[in-house]
């Protein structure tokens, strides 16, 4: 990555469905910078644009106009094939549900991305992501035999693993229960702190956000404002309510 680059930049970003009176624009001329190493969540209700703004950053949709930097590079532009690759060694990405290949054994999905990009893993820095994530035991474990937290963490791993940009993060605790969505949270600060990767998480959950220092607001594809969490949860509802009761 470009060391003066933001870990992402989004200009004048627009995306609609549809079209005719069917038309609706999910994503309104967004502005958005993530800095470097920062750890930051996007807070909006359901339908609010969350998962398309992150889905635009990926690239995994293209948008109407606008432009998307990752880590200084064009990602608005590039093709479908450039985009794929590009993802693979400087996008990390998580899911709610989760996205493991389940005839694939731990180990192996962590290392996934990896070997699509016929890379070399970096061992030192996978041993210390599966330390970390508390997933020694459990390496050579499917999906299947894994617990929801356990299955996330592989996936977290797995995000990791390249040394990304970023790390893009989609409603990362929404299939967990509260213990488990509470330590992903905390290995997810921890991560961001140790690898210094940038992670942008989307969720509507006060505890989730709380994680990030900081939250953007979305209302209806547009960014109504932002604050700093202190990593209070309480606080991040607050603000999150008192937002949703101004509409
Ligand atoms: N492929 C699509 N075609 C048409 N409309 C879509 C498409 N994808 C999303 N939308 C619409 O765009 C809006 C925003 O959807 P999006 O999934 O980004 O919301 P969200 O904030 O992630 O919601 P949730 O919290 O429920 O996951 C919704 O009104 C949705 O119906
Ligand atoms: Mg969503």
Do not use: W
Request: charged residues 25%; contains cysteine; aromatic residues 4%.
């Amino acid at each position: 990555m470009n060391d003066s680059s933001p870990a992402v930049q989004v200009d004048k970003l627009h995306k609609s469905f549809g079209a005719g009176d069917a038309r609706v624009d999910v994503i309104r001329d967004l502005d958005f910078t993530l800095p470097r190493g920062a750890f930051e969540a996007v807070m909006g209700a359901s339908g609010s644009g969350k998962s398309t703004f992150l889905h635009l950053v990926a690239a995994l949709l293209a948008p109407d106009r606008g432009e998307i930097r990752v880590g200084g590079e064009l990602v608005s532009a590039m093709s479908d094939r450039e985009a794929t690759v590009f993802r693979r060694r400087r996008i990390g990405l998580v899911f709610q549900d989760f996205n493991l290949v389940p005839t694939l054994t731990a180990a192996e999905n962590i290392e996934l991305p990896l070997l699509l990009d016929r890379a070399r893993p970096d061992r030192a820095h996978v041993d210390s992501l599966v330390e970390t994530l508390g997933l020694g035991g459990r390496l050579s474990h499917l999906p299947s035999q894994l617990s929801g937290g356990e299955r996330q963490r592989v996936a977290v791993a797995r995000a990791l693993a390249g040394n990304p940009d970023v790390v893009l993060a989609d409603e990362p605790t929404g299939n967990l229960d509260s213990p488990a969505a509470r330590s992903l949270c905390e290995l997810l600060r921890s991560l961001n702190a140790s690898t210094g990767c940038a992670i942008l998480l989307v969720t509507h959950d006060p505890v989730t956000a709380a994680a990030a220092s900081r939250v953007h607001l979305l209302r209806d594809g547009a960014f109504v404002g932002a604050f700093d969490t202190g990593h209070d949860p309480a606080l991040v509802s607050e603000r999150y309510l008192a937002a949703a009761g101004g509409k």
